[in-house]
């Protein structure tokens, strides 16, 4: 395929520009689906759900040389899948991959209709996963057995066609980097978890990789080494000249390590930012409920927000149009009686749950406004909250971030 003419616009731009396509399925019609439409959610909903077995990516990533970009989402979002496809461990069935202005995959007559196939002939491009500039650290792609930590640091550059004696100098040196010099020898079955995936670092960067993919890299450790592990790898990446994506579940793994998220939901992008940006405005319940916060939709006019369900909030800043309304647990304050004097909001509400959460008590709260309210055990014992209790509920209008939708 070298030689064809595929890509006829120069594209001298350096990092990670892809426009990932995955359709997955049995079900073609559902497959052919168009995905350009933001407004209808419901498709990717159904296209995700596991009943009628199909499932579409269709996520667009720009990722600056230099930059590391955390994909965040909840089980079944089409992160891996998206990992796999710039790997080139699945191909895409539409869009295309350029890294470092090398194109990687792209379909033929990329219409967004494929079902994903990379013989040659249904494609511009298929560059194999061993020939792209990409080093990988994936949860089930760890370390050969066989081979030694050395040695399995130096097969990526042996690949590449780096001399024996040089790839093992080179290895030695990206050991020594992760502060494995000492266990060169040993087998991938002699090393912690901690320290095999340090190992699957050091090799992943032994070829130098224009970008690199980790998947779930901390989730196989133990709380203590995760946290060692987490601290070495944010300088790792630091130091890392290439673009890299990371995959997590995890939010401080994102917010740590990555310089900006991409929360990906039914296999699409619903909200991208820094930590400060996604955490602060969060845009999704998945979101919301991550960094611990009550979400609401509705239409803000002035200084209120009318929810979906008709009930109005108050609020301290003006805004009008549709409008997310957030608060923390923690603003929630919560009376055996209805509380009067400061302008707040208040509410009856119905405790339906109450469960430990850190040196506090976390309260599920239905009735008109399902919202979560974090107290004190004490404050608990006082209002004898448990479940089928009423008690009555209040936020500050200056505790309520009210932001468009
Ligand atoms: N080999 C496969 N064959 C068919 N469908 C698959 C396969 N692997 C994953 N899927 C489906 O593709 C969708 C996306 O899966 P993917 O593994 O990319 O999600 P994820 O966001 O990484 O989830 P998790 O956090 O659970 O790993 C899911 O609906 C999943 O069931």
Redo the contacts with the bound molecule.
């Keep these: 395929m070298d030689g064809h003419p595929v890509n006829p616009e120069p594209h001298p731009q350096q990092g990670l520009d892809a426009h990932l396509v995955v359709v ?2 049995t079900n073609p019609k559902r497959g052919n689906e168009s995905a350009t439409d933001d407004s209808d959610r419901s498709t990717h909903r159904r296209n ?3 009943d009628d ?1 199909t ?1 579409r ?1 269709d996520l667009r990533l720009r990722v600056e040389p230099g930059e590391t970009v955390a ?1 965040l ?12 496809a710039l790997a080139g461990l699945e191909p895409l069935s539409d869009g295309g991959i350029i890294l470092d202005g090398a194109l990687l995959d792209r379909p033929r007559n990329s219409t967004g209709t494929g079902t994903g196939n990379n013989s040659a002939n249904t494609r511009d491009r298929w560059v194999p996963p061993e020939h792209r500039r990409i080093g990988v650290v994936f949860q089930d792609y760890l370390l050969f057995p066989h081979l030694n930590a050395l040695d399995n640091v130096a097969f990526g550059p042996r690949r590449r066609g780096t001399g024996r004696a040089e790839a093992r100098g080179l290895a030695a040196d990206r050991l020594a980097r992760v502060g494995l010099a000492d266990f060169a020898k040993r087998r991938p079955s002699q090393l912690s978890g901690g320290q095999a995936q340090r190992v699957a670092l050091a090799r992943a960067l032994a070829t130098d990789p224009a970008l690199l993919l980790l ?2 890299p901390l989730a196989a450790l133990d709380a203590r080494t995760r946290l060692d592990t987490r601290v070495e790898l944010h300088r790792h990446l630091a130091g890392h000249a290439g673009a890299a994506v990371l ?1 997590t ?1 995890d939010p401080v793994d994102a917010l740590m390590l990555a310089d900006r998220l991409i929360v ?1 939901e039914d ?1 699409r992008a619903v909200q991208e930012g820094d930590a400060e940006a996604v955490t602060a405005r969060p845009r999704t319940d998945y979101i919301a409920r991550l960094v611990g916060l009550n979400l609401y939709r509705g239409t803000a006019s002035g200084r209120t927000v009318v929810l979906e369900s008709g009930t109005v909030l108050a609020t301290a800043e003006p805004l009008d149009g549709p409008a997310f309304a957030a608060f923390a647990p923690s603003a929630v304050a919560l009376f055996r009686d209805e509380p009067d004097g400061s302008p707040r909001n208040t509410w009856r509400a119905s405790v339906s749950g109450v469960h430990r959460h850190g040196d506090h008590l976390r309260v599920q709260l239905d009735g008109p406004l399902r919202a979560a309210a974090d107290v004190t055990p004490a404050a608990a014992a006082h209002l004898a909250l448990a479940p089928g209790r009423d008690v009555w509920a209040a936020v500050k209008a200056t505790e309520i971030r009210a932001y468009p939708a």
Excluded: Y
Excluded at 73 to 84: E, I, M, Q, V
């Design positions: 997955r399925g995700a759900s596991r077995q499932f990516l994909l989402g909840p089980n079944g979002a089409g992160k891996t899948t998206a990992l796999r998947d779930e995959v579940h990906i296999g």
